[in-house]
Nanobody, 124 residues
Framework: QVQLVESGGGLVKAGGSLRLSCAASGLTFRSYAMSWFRQAPGKGREFVAAITLSGSTTYYADSVKGRFTISRDNAKNTVYLGMNSLKPEDTAIYFC?????????????????WGQGTQVTVSS
């Protein structure tokens, strides 16, 4: 079965950095667009970043543009999210997701598979 397993979350001070990883199995990874979403307590799931099949194109939410970087390694079936200059408002559970079409990438309802999430907490 398909599994997406996130790792790399933790507690960091404001201004710090983290790198999240999402290891995929059970699917043809290179055939899926990959994205990161986040969900803060009491809020809906929010789009963070997406990357197309080959990694040639990336998309970011305005709130993270210039601070976060999404990348993928198709040989390792892994997608990454580098996060710099972290702010307390970045605190959330971060999820990776896979979609087999490269459209509507900001819509969480369109995704085929989801990971269980990893907690990121940024202290002030």
């Amino acid at each position: 079965q398909v599994q997406l397993v996130e790792s790399g979350g933790g507690l960091v001070k404001a201004g710090g950095s983290l790198r999240l990883s999402c290891a995929a199995s059970g699917l043809t990874f290179r055939s899926y667009a990959m994205s990161w979403f986040r969900q803060a307590p009491g809020k809906g799931r929010e789009f963070v970043a997406a990357i197309t099949l080959s990694g040639s194109t990336t998309y970011y939410a305005d709130s993270v543009k210039g601070r976060f970087t999404i990348s993928r390694d198709n040989a390792k079936n892994t997608v990454y999210l580098g996060m710099n200059s972290l702010k307390p408002e970045d605190t959330a559970i971060y999820f990776c997701a896979a979609r087999n079409r490269v459209i509507d990438l900001t819509n969480p309802g369109k995704y085929d598979y989801w990971g269980q999430g990893t907690q990121v907490t940024v202290s002030s």
